[in-house]
């Protein structure tokens, strides 16, 4: 795996993973590189890159530095 910052965002190192059959409500935000596959329903915040995996739903407000976008969002994005 690369270092945050190095090769594309799908190499970088997952820091956080939401798996299949997770659902969270509420503010999420992180550092570094997040993979999402369940529901988040709310607002992300981040400077930094989400990867919203083929299962993923993601409903609300959505600010991140880096999108890789496969499933599903609702709402407002900005990347």
Do not use: N
């Not at 969270?24 to 550092?31: A, C, R, T, W």
């Not at 400077?47 to 709402?75: N, P, W, Y």
């Amino acid at each position: 795996m690369l270092k945050k910052g190095s090769g594309s965002p799908e190499q970088a190192e997952i820091t956080a993973f939401l798996g299949k059959g997770t659902e969270f409500k509420g503010v999420l935000s992180f550092e570094g590189t997040i993979r999402v596959d369940g529901k988040v329903a709310g607002e992300i915040v981040s400077k930094d890159t989400l990867i919203a995996g083929e299962g993923a739903f993601l409903q609300g407000e959505i600010s991140v530095g880096t999108i890789m976008l496969r499933g599903k969002i609702v709402g407002k994005l900005t990347a």
